[in-house]
């Protein structure tokens, strides 16, 4: 057996209309195409990626997204260049992301390792971080 790759991933938010826009215009940017858009759900696909959000229960509304607790603690995005992550680092500072750590070498996690880290409209972390090939 051989594993290929994650095929898609889908999270829940708290709020799906405060974040739709949000992740929208994030997904346009990362050149996904929308497969999905109808009550509560979205979904986009490309680059063999794919990736969807889903409104949260209505009881679970008020919980707040916690790292710390079991369930998703952060998703990476990887990219084909540094220059993609400055672009992305702002593109999301422009969408209203928080940004917890504006693009930087992370030598200490793999050589030549650069990336950047920032939230969603509830806080959950989405890392974008690029990798040059070895040699």
Known sequence: MTLK???????TVS???KSF??????????GL??????DGYYYCVGKRTAIGIQACSEENADL?????????????L????????DALASFAKDI????VRAPAAQ????????SCLFEDPDGIRIEANHIPKRS
């Open 21 to 30: 826009p949000f992740y929208e215009k994030l997904f346009a940017h990362l």
């Open 107 to 114: 030598d200490d996690w793999f050589p030549g390792m650069y």
């Open 33 to 38: 195409k929308e497969m999905i858009n109808m």
């Open 78 to 85: 990887s990219m084909d260049s540094r220059e993609d992550i």
């Open 64 to 76: 707040p997204f916690d790292q710390g607790r079991a369930g998703l603690h952060h998703y990476c």
């Open 96 to 99: 209203g992301a928080h940004i």
């Open 5 to 11: 790759g994650i095929a898609h991933i889908n999270f």
């Open 15 to 17: 709020n799906f209309e």
